[in-house]
């Protein structure tokens, strides 16, 4: 995974973890920034496995190195799927 750069701007992120709980736990904490949104969960209701957030650039990064401190949870950039984006002619 590459590291995450701060600057300016937004972008979308998915935060994922093991433990479901931990991440619970981060969404309820991350619904006190106004400047980070939550725009879905992945996994069961009760037990998500990952987060998808809209937030600045700098606020990932700085997660990004508190996870990798803490080994808890990991951020990485939101990348558009496309069924043939790998496919080359």
Do not use: C
């Amino acid at each position: 995974m590459q590291a995450l750069k701060g600057g300016p701007g937004r972008g979308r992120y998915l935060v994922s973890g093991g433990d479901s709980e931990k991440l619970i736990e981060f969404i309820d904490q991350a619904s006190e920034d106004p400047s980070v949104s939550l725009l879905d969960t992945i996994g069961p209701q009760q037990s998500p496995h990952t987060a998808v957030f809209d937030m600045p650039h700098d606020t990932a990064a700085t997660l990004a190195q508190r996870f990798k401190n803490d080994g808890s949870l990991k951020i990485e950039p939101d990348s558009p799927l496309s069924l043939f984006s790998s496919w080359q002619q």
